[in-house]
């Protein structure tokens, strides 16, 4: 069988572990099987990348710091509209996955493998949009597939592209997934592994709730509410490929041989369990304006205005009108609050009474499971553990597979953990 198997940053961030996901994949050769390899750059290299391009721009260090850290924002706002900055920076973070390739076919050379890296363009990934979140459009697998059937082990590097006007191109934050999913979609390949850090796709972060459970399988839809949702483990576009070219995923820990996590095209039986998993954001911030006159246009204004500007809302409540006035409140990304302000700011919101407010410290817990198509009561039950705890809820938003809530930042943790427990996820496990 053909495999592609992507190694995170924490897999290869020291030479010793590039060494042993070296003799991992040799392994897994020898076993019988072809093996294509895709790299994320060594752990915190991309991070540093981002930092001294910023520096050198001199921004503000709080305001990189919110952007290195952020999926969505990781161009310091200050920058966020400058094409000729985004270019540069793609070329230069592409080359995190540029050293860690070449590093690890060196590695399986080293033990005797015939290996070969390469990078975005020699892999003919050829991408459109930004410069850096960038869509992979084609792959051109043909020279993968021909060194893969001589035994050789291609490395290719993560997160890159080129796009046609022939510019370095890269695929957001934690897009080595997508690269490797995408890859084995141009593969045709039998399973795409994703290697890490954790032992597979838990019922939410384990780092934050020891007593989450490892899920031996779960949904397309549900790993995608949960990926957009502020879980890190699997980047979200890696989930929409697997899902519409039917990949096999299999989340893995790179530590171990253990079974991981499948993500499967959902089953009858998935909705048997309510919840199958809670996902906590901090990184979204929350905009009010009120007063605003309650006639057709005002809050469509607002919303193109930020739609041209690329600002992606989230959440969006209006009040009950009183009096004529309104108030409407939603959220973005921490990350754009910035430009989000200047482009209100532009705005001819100059109704006497209309106020801005804005509050960063929020965070978005979501519990998702496809089981709630089926179940009636699961917001009322997540509302009363909030209260329980004596958590207030700020905003709501509902979808068919999940229900969302925005409480102050500080008890974000606690209210992931009061959901997680409400819903019994330290107990219940979806067997595989
Ligand atoms: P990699 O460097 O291998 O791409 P990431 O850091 O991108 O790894 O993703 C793995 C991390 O995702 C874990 O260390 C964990 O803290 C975090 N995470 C968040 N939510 C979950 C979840 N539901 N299940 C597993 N890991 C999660
Ligand atoms: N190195 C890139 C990042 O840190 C891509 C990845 O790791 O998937 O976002
Ligand atoms: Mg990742």
């Given at each position: 069988m053909l495999v592609v198997q992507k190694y995170?940053?924490?897999?290869?961030?020291?030479?010793?572990?590039?060494?042993?996901v070296a003799q991992r994949v040799l392994e897994r050769q020898r076993s019988g099987d072809q093996v294509v390899v895709v790299?994320?750059?060594?752990?915190?290299?991309?991070?540093?990348?981002?930092?001294?391009?910023?520096?050198?721009?001199?921004?503000?260090?709080?305001?990189?710091?919110?952007?290195?850290?952020?999926?969505?924002?990781?161009?310091?706002?200050?920058?966020?509209?400058?094409?000729?900055?985004?270019?540069?920076?793609?070329?230069?973070?592409?080359?995190?996955?540029?050293?860690?390739?070449?590093?690890l076919?060196?590695?399986i050379?080293?033990?005797?493998g015939r290996a070969?890296?390469?990078?975005?363009?020699?892999?003919?990934?050829?991408?459109?949009?930004?410069?850096?979140?960038?869509?992979?459009?084609?792959?051109?697998?043909?020279?993968i597939?021909?060194a893969v059937s001589?035994g050789t082990v291609v490395v290719c590097?993560?997160?890159?592209?080129?796009?046609?006007?022939?510019?370095?191109?890269?695929?957001?934050?934690?897009?080595?997934?997508?690269?490797a999913?995408?890859l084995a979609?141009?593969l045709?390949a039998d399973e795409c592994e994703?290697l890490?850090?954790?032992?597979?796709?838990?019922?939410?972060?384990?780092?934050?709730?020891?007593?989450?459970?490892?899920?031996?399988?779960?949904?397309?839809?549900?790993?995608?509410?949960?990926?957009?949702?502020?879980?890190?483990?699997?980047?979200?576009?890696?989930?929409?490929?697997?899902?519409?070219?039917?990949?096999?995923?299999?989340?893995?820990?790179?530590?171990?041989?253990?079974?991981?996590?499948?993500?499967?095209?959902?089953?009858?039986?998935?909705?048997?369990?309510?919840?199958?998993?809670?996902?906590?954001?901090?990184?979204?911030?929350?905009?009010?304006?009120?007063?605003?006159?309650?006639?057709?246009?005002?809050?469509?204004?607002?919303?193109?205005?930020?739609?041209?500007?690329?600002?992606?809302?989230?959440?969006?409540?209006?009040?009950?009108?009183?009096?004529?006035?309104?108030?409407?409140?939603?959220?973005?990304?921490?990350?754009?609050?910035?430009?989000?302000?200047?482009?209100?700011?532009?705005?001819?919101?100059?109704?006497?009474?209309?106020?801005?407010?804005?509050?960063?410290?929020?965070?978005?817990?979501?519990?998702?499971?496809?089981?709630?198509?089926?179940?009636?009561?699961?917001?009322?039950?997540?509302?009363?553990?909030?209260?329980?705890?004596?958590?207030?809820?700020?905003?709501?938003?509902?979808?068919?597979?999940?229900?969302?809530?925005?409480?102050?930042?500080?008890?974000?943790?606690?209210?992931?953990?009061?959901?997680?427990?409400?819903?019994?996820?330290?107990?219940?496990?979806?067997?595989?």
């Amino acid at each position: 069988m053909l495999v592609v198997q992507k190694y995170g940053g924490s897999s290869v961030a020291t030479l010793e572990r590039i060494r042993a996901v070296a003799q991992r994949v040799l392994e897994r050769q020898r076993s019988g099987d072809q093996v294509v390899v895709v790299v994320s750059a060594m752990s915190g290299e991309t991070n540093r990348l981002i930092e001294v391009a910023n520096q050198l721009h001199r921004l503000g260090r709080e305001q990189q710091a919110s952007a290195v850290a952020r999926g969505t924002g990781w161009i310091a706002p200050a920058k966020r509209d400058d094409p000729e900055f985004e270019r540069e920076l793609s070329q230069l973070v592409s080359t995190g996955e540029v050293q860690s390739a070449a590093l690890l076919a060196m590695a399986i050379q080293d033990l005797g493998g015939r290996a070969v890296s390469a990078v975005g363009h020699q892999l003919g990934v050829v991408t459109s949009g930004s410069f850096v979140n960038a869509r992979i459009v084609h792959i051109d697998a043909a020279r993968i597939r021909q060194a893969v059937s001589e035994g050789t082990v291609v490395v290719c590097a993560g997160f890159q592209g080129l796009d046609q006007q022939g510019n370095v191109t890269t695929l957001g934050r934690g897009g080595s997934d997508t690269s490797a999913v995408a890859l084995a979609a141009a593969l045709a390949a039998d399973e795409c592994e994703i290697l890490t850090d954790v032992d597979g796709v838990y019922t939410t972060d384990p780092r934050i709730v020891p007593s989450a459970r490892k899920l031996e399988r779960i949904s397309h839809e549900e790993m995608l509410e949960l990926a957009s949702l502020g879980s890190k483990v699997l980047q979200i576009r890696s989930v929409e490929f697997a899902k519409k070219f039917a990949v096999p995923v299999h989340v893995r820990s790179s530590l171990n041989d253990q079974p991981g996590t499948r993500i499967v095209p959902e089953t009858p039986d998935m909705e048997a369990v309510l919840v199958s998993g809670v996902a906590l954001d901090r990184d979204e911030a929350k905009v009010t304006i009120t007063n605003c006159p309650d006639v057709p246009g005002t809050i469509a204004a607002v919303f193109i205005a930020l739609g041209e500007r690329g600002i992606v809302v989230d959440m969006i409540i209006q009040n009950a009108s009183r009096e004529g006035r309104t108030d409407v409140t939603f959220t973005v990304p921490e990350a754009e609050l910035s430009r989000t302000l200047e482009t209100l700011g532009k705005l001819p919101l100059t109704h006497p009474g209309i106020e801005l407010l804005t509050d960063a410290q929020v965070a978005k817990i979501s519990i998702v499971g496809v089981g709630m198509r089926t179940h009636a009561g699961v917001a009322a039950k997540a509302f009363k553990a909030l209260a329980d705890e004596g958590i207030n809820i700020q905003m709501v938003s509902t979808s068919e597979i999940k229900v969302s809530v925005v409480v102050e930042e500080k008890y974000g943790e606690l209210a992931l953990r009061a959901l997680h427990a409400a819903f019994d996820l330290d107990r219940i496990t979806r067997e595989g």
